[in-house]
């Protein structure tokens, strides 16, 4: 079952509490079923290259960094280190909060 909350979590993905947030990628699956996403989001780009856009589609189709470096040609450590950047940018802390600012703000094609 999703959390009441789940449109405050995804907007802010960044909980000033630091912690995790209350539900699994089986929600996250049955959020994004039930257009949960599409409300109030929008098409941004929040200042991200090509590159790292890349890096957050790869991110989020589930590819491990090994298998996303070798797709878009870089070192394992680059992609790392651009997802590291990527995620101070967008001010998340994790991959998973990564996936879901990604879906919410549309930053890739699903």
Request: contains cysteine; neutral net charge.
């Amino acid at each position: 079952m999703l959390p009441p909350n789940l449109h405050q979590e995804i907007a802010s993905p960044a909980d000033q509490s630091g912690r995790e947030a209350g539900f699994s990628m089986d929600d996250l699956a049955e959020g994004a079923k039930e257009g949960l996403f599409s409300v109030h989001a929008s098409r941004k780009d929040f200042g991200l290259t090509p590159l790292e856009k890349q890096v957050i589609a790869l991110t989020v189709s589930g590819y491990s960094g090994k298998e996303s470096s070798k797709r878009i040609g870089i070192s394992e450590s680059a992609f790392r280190l651009h997802l590291k950047g990527i995620c101070g940018k967008l001010r998340v802390s994790n991959q998973f909060e990564l996936i879901l600012f990604a879906l919410y703000h549309k930053l890739i094609d699903t």
